[in-house]
């Protein structure tokens, strides 16, 4: 079945030019695989109708109305198959780790809350239907006051936004049986774990065919079609991840290079650059910068 494959920036940025959270509502009639991808904040992700499968690692789980899906930092997903979606709806919310401790308010550590589940295998959830409609509601309203300079406005997001992470807690705390994950495709599952046990190594197309039993031209289509990247830029993601990750401690940058599996400092340099959209320096200044104020927004 032939669709088309939308480009995705390695790290998907915020849609706008705050750096704490973003929001989106969307309902599109057709709708590209957009690849797998990753970010360095978390995403909050309710599926309402169109999509069948949405990949978050190593897992793939079935998608159906009113779920919501709880995507951490770092970690590559996006909807995965070889069909594309139709009649496609959905609504997510992107929130930093700082800006979820503004909204714990010192009550409840929001990040330590998420993070319980998703340690435990859990990221996917069903919610009531009326919950999804309230969320669908609240994400909307994010989204359409995103760009206004009114503090009173702002207020209200904020609002807003404290009500829909009310809505996935409760749902997430009281969630009685867990998705397991499934298997869509055996040997594309296959070969997708074992690049992300093994992306930090040197890594041929050849090779990885042959262990694999499948022709180069096979793999080279097929992963395409699962996971919307080729595998040589999927391989190039993953250290990127890896790389941001790494760099927001500290970590000699040339460290990182090596230990995310670049050969010189300059070819990792040039990646990295390329898609973060800023040097691996930059990067690390960002994120000191952003600890100290989550509310930043230069």
Same mark, same amino acid.
């Given at each position: 079945m032939n669709h088309t494959i939308r480009s995705a920036a390695s790290f998907e940025g915020m849609n706008n030019e705050r750096h704490d959270y973003d929001a989106c509502y969307r309902h599109d009639e057709a709708w590209g695989l957009y690849g797998l991808h990753c970010h360095d904040f978390y995403e909050l992700y309710i599926h309402y109708k169109g999509a069948k499968f949405y990949c978050v690692d190593n897992n793939v789980y079935p998608l159906d109305a009113d779920q919501l899906v709880v995507v951490p930092p770092f970690c590559m997903? /996006? %909807?995965i198959g070889e069909s594309a979606p139709v009649d496609y709806e959905r609504a997510f919310l992107y929130i930093t780790p700082a800006m979820l401790k503004t909204c714990g308010a010192g009550v409840l550590d929001l990040?330590?809350?998420?993070? +319980?589940y998703i340690q435990n295998g859990q990221c996917h959830f069903q919610l009531p239907h009326e919950d999804a409609l309230a969320c669908k509601e609240y994400i909307s309203q994010i989204a359409q006051d995103l760009h206004t300079t009114s503090s009173t406005t702002r207020f209200a997001n904020h609002v807003r936004m404290l009500n829909f992470l009310s809505i996935v807690c409760q749902n997430m705390k009281n969630a +009685? *049986?867990?998705?397991?994950?499934? @298997?869509?495709?055996? @040997?594309?599952?296959?070969?997708? $774990?074992?690049?992300?046990?093994? #992306?930090?190594?040197q890594m041929k197309l050849e090779a990885l065919a042959h262990q694999f039993g499948v022709s180069v031209s096979f793999?080279?289509?097929e992963?395409?079609? #699962?996971? /919307?990247?080729?595998?040589?830029d999927y391989v190039l993601h993953r250290r990127v991840q890896m790389a941001k990750a790494m760099i927001s401690e500290a970590i000699p940058l040339g460290? @990182? !290079? #090596?230990?995310? /599996?670049?050969?010189?400092? =300059?070819?990792? %340099?040039?990646?990295? =650059?390329?898609?973060? /959209?800023? $040097?691996? $320096? !930059?990067?690390? +200044?960002? $994120? +000191?910068? !952003?600890?100290?104020?989550?509310?930043? *927004?230069?």
């Open positions: 997903h /996006g %909807l990040e330590n809350f998420l993070n +319980k +009685k *049986t867990t998705t397991e994950p499934i @298997v869509v495709n055996e @040997v594309m599952h296959e070969i997708l $774990s074992y690049i992300n046990e093994n #992306y930090t190594q793999l080279s289509h992963f395409v079609r #699962y996971t /919307g990247r080729s595998v040589y460290e @990182v !290079a #090596y230990r995310c /599996g670049f050969n010189d400092y =300059s070819n990792f %340099l040039r990646v990295f =650059s390329k898609m973060a /959209g800023m $040097s691996p $320096s !930059a990067f690390r +200044k960002r $994120s +000191k910068e !952003a600890q100290k104020d989550p509310k930043r *927004t230069d």
